[in-house]
C-alpha cells in the first residue's frame, strides 16, 4: 500500500510541474576511481528512515530487504520515469532528492560508495524465479 502511495504521489507531482523528470539525477558528473564502500553501514543508510532525506521513510520501506533491487549493482542503463541515465549513483539521488526529500549525496562521497557496496551484496544473492 505505501509503494503504491509513494507512486502515486511522484506520478501527480511530474503532472503537476513540481517534480522535474530527472531532478537529482547530474549525470553529467564523471565517477572518480574510489575504494570500496562499507555494505553493512550502506545497509544502515538503506534501512534508516530519516538518515537520507526529511520523510520519514527509508528505502528498505520500498524495497524490504533490497527486494527488487538485485540486478541494480552492475546495470548499465536505468530509466527514471522513463528517462534514460547511465549511472546508478543518478537513481539514487533521484529518489533521495524526489522521495525522502533530501539534498542528495556526492557521486564520490563516502555515503555513495557504502550504499553501492550495499546494493553489490543484493546481486550476490541467488535471484527469484
Not at 524495497?63 to 548499465?76: D, I, Q, V
Not at 526529500?101 to 551484496?121: F, H, N, P, V
Amino acid at each position: 500500500m505505501r509503494t503504491r502511495a509513494i507512486a502515486v504521489l511522484v506520478f501527480v507531482m511530474v503532472i503537476a510541474g513540481g517534480l522535474p523528470l530527472a531532478f537529482g539525477a547530474h549525470e553529467g558528473e564523471k565517477e572518480k576511481p574510489s575504494p570500496e564502500g562499507d555494505a553493512k553501514r550502506g545497509e544502515f543508510l538503506f534501512r534508516s528512515p530519516m538518515m537520507l532525506g526529511t520523510i520519514p521513510i527509508s528505502c528498505a520501506s520500498c524495497h524490504p530487504g533490497g527486494m527488487g533491487l538485485e540486478r541494480a549493482y552492475g546495470k548499465k542503463e536505468f530509466s527514471i520515469l522513463g528517462n534514460k541515465v547511465k549511472r546508478i549513483e543518478a537513481v539514487i539521488n533521484f529518489w533521495i532528492v524526489n522521495i525522502l526529500r533530501g539534498e542528495g549525496i556526492k557521486y564520490d562521497s563516502q555515503d555513495m560508495k557504502d550504499i553501492k557496496a550495499y546494493l553489490k551484496t543484493l546481486s550476490a544473492k541467488p535471484q527469484r524465479p
